[in-house]
Protein backbone atom coordinates (compact mmCIF):
# COMPACT_ATOMS: atom_id res chain seq x y z
CA UNK A 1 0.00 0.00 0.00
CA UNK A 2 1.09 3.80 0.06
CA UNK A 3 0.89 6.01 2.99
CA UNK A 4 1.03 9.78 2.33
CA UNK A 5 2.13 12.71 5.05
CA UNK A 6 1.21 16.20 4.04
CA UNK A 7 3.36 18.77 6.06
CA UNK A 8 4.21 22.50 6.06
CA UNK A 9 0.80 23.63 6.63
CA UNK A 10 0.42 27.24 9.31
CA UNK A 11 -0.92 30.56 9.33
CA UNK A 12 -0.31 33.17 7.15
CA UNK A 13 -1.13 36.55 6.46
CA UNK A 14 -3.58 37.28 3.19
CA UNK A 15 -1.12 37.90 0.16
CA UNK A 16 1.73 35.90 2.17
CA UNK A 17 2.99 31.82 0.42
CA UNK A 18 3.20 28.53 2.00
CA UNK A 19 4.89 25.47 0.40
CA UNK A 20 2.92 21.92 1.19
CA UNK A 21 4.93 18.93 1.16
CA UNK A 22 3.33 15.30 0.40
CA UNK A 23 6.28 12.73 1.50
CA UNK A 24 4.78 8.99 0.24
CA UNK A 25 6.01 6.04 1.23
CA UNK A 26 4.96 2.51 0.66
CA UNK A 27 4.71 1.19 -2.85
CA UNK A 28 5.43 4.36 -4.56
CA UNK A 29 6.22 2.38 -7.65
CA UNK A 30 2.81 1.59 -8.35
CA UNK A 31 1.59 5.66 -8.14
CA UNK A 32 0.18 7.13 -10.70
CA UNK A 33 -1.53 10.42 -10.52
CA UNK A 34 -1.13 12.46 -7.33
CA UNK A 35 -2.24 15.91 -6.22
CA UNK A 36 -4.26 18.26 -3.65
CA UNK A 37 -7.47 18.70 -2.04
CA UNK A 38 -9.02 20.68 0.33
CA UNK A 39 -11.56 21.14 2.62
CA UNK A 40 -12.61 24.50 4.32
CA UNK A 41 -15.30 24.02 7.73
CA UNK A 42 -18.70 23.43 6.43
CA UNK A 43 -17.90 22.88 2.90
CA UNK A 44 -17.25 19.83 0.37
CA UNK A 45 -13.71 18.81 -0.05
CA UNK A 46 -12.68 19.76 -3.47
CA UNK A 47 -9.81 19.16 -6.05
CA UNK A 48 -6.89 21.87 -5.59
CA UNK A 49 -4.69 20.47 -8.26
CA UNK A 50 -3.66 17.33 -9.95
CA UNK A 51 -0.65 15.92 -11.38
CA UNK A 52 -0.22 12.92 -13.87
CA UNK A 53 2.63 10.29 -14.30
CA UNK A 54 3.56 12.51 -16.98
CA UNK A 55 3.59 15.83 -15.09
CA UNK A 56 0.70 17.24 -16.84
CA UNK A 57 -0.80 19.38 -14.59
CA UNK A 58 -4.68 20.84 -13.75
CA UNK A 59 -5.95 23.62 -11.28
CA UNK A 60 -9.22 24.75 -9.96
CA UNK A 61 -10.28 27.80 -11.22
CA UNK A 62 -9.90 29.61 -7.73
CA UNK A 63 -6.31 28.78 -7.66
CA UNK A 64 -5.19 28.98 -10.93
CA UNK A 65 -2.20 31.13 -11.48
CA UNK A 66 -1.44 31.55 -7.69
CA UNK A 67 -0.55 27.45 -6.86
CA UNK A 68 1.76 25.35 -8.54
CA UNK A 69 2.12 21.36 -8.01
CA UNK A 70 5.06 19.44 -8.51
CA UNK A 71 6.53 16.30 -7.79
CA UNK A 72 9.50 14.80 -7.60
CA UNK A 73 9.61 11.52 -7.93
CA UNK A 74 13.40 10.41 -6.94
CA UNK A 75 12.48 11.58 -3.64
CA UNK A 76 8.26 9.92 -3.64
CA UNK A 77 7.62 13.72 -2.98
CA UNK A 78 4.27 15.89 -3.88
CA UNK A 79 4.61 19.67 -4.19
CA UNK A 80 2.24 22.42 -3.67
CA UNK A 81 3.27 26.09 -3.60
CA UNK A 82 1.09 28.65 -2.43
CA UNK A 83 1.47 31.96 -3.38
CA UNK A 84 -0.90 34.93 -2.60
CA UNK A 85 -2.99 33.68 -0.41
CA UNK A 86 -6.49 34.69 0.28
CA UNK A 87 -8.61 33.93 3.42
CA UNK A 88 -10.99 31.96 1.27
CA UNK A 89 -7.93 29.29 0.73
CA UNK A 90 -7.82 28.70 4.47
CA UNK A 91 -8.91 24.85 4.52
CA UNK A 92 -7.22 21.82 5.66
CA UNK A 93 -5.14 20.62 2.78
CA UNK A 94 -5.16 16.29 1.96
CA UNK A 95 -2.75 14.68 -0.39
CA UNK A 96 -4.00 12.23 -2.85
CA UNK A 97 -2.34 9.33 -4.76
CA UNK A 98 -4.01 7.29 -7.21
CA UNK A 99 -1.99 3.96 -7.53
CA UNK A 100 -2.14 0.50 -9.93
CA UNK A 101 -0.64 -2.44 -10.03
CA UNK A 102 -1.21 -5.83 -10.85
CA UNK A 103 0.99 -9.24 -12.08
CA UNK A 104 0.66 -7.84 -15.95
CA UNK A 105 -1.54 -5.25 -16.71
CA UNK A 106 -1.83 -3.61 -13.62
CA UNK A 107 -5.38 -4.20 -13.12
CA UNK A 108 -5.70 -2.90 -9.75
CA UNK A 109 -6.62 0.54 -8.40
CA UNK A 110 -6.61 2.30 -5.10
CA UNK A 111 -7.14 5.85 -4.02
CA UNK A 112 -5.03 7.11 -0.75
CA UNK A 113 -5.14 10.09 1.14
CA UNK A 114 -2.96 11.71 3.96
CA UNK A 115 -4.02 13.20 7.23
CA UNK A 116 -4.20 16.29 6.08
CA UNK A 117 -2.54 19.66 7.11
CA UNK A 118 -3.94 23.04 8.51
CA UNK A 119 -3.83 26.15 6.42
CA UNK A 120 -5.29 29.62 8.17
CA UNK A 121 -5.25 32.67 5.78
CA UNK A 122 -5.72 35.59 8.40
CA UNK A 123 -4.34 39.21 9.16
Known amino acids: QVQLVESGGGLVQPGGSLRLSCAASGRTRSINTMGWYRQAPGKERELVAV???????NYADSVKGRFTISRDNAKNTLYLEMNNLKPEDTAVYYC?????????????????WGQGTQVTVSS
Open 96 to 112: YAEASWGPVERQYVSHY
Open 51 to 57: ITSDFST
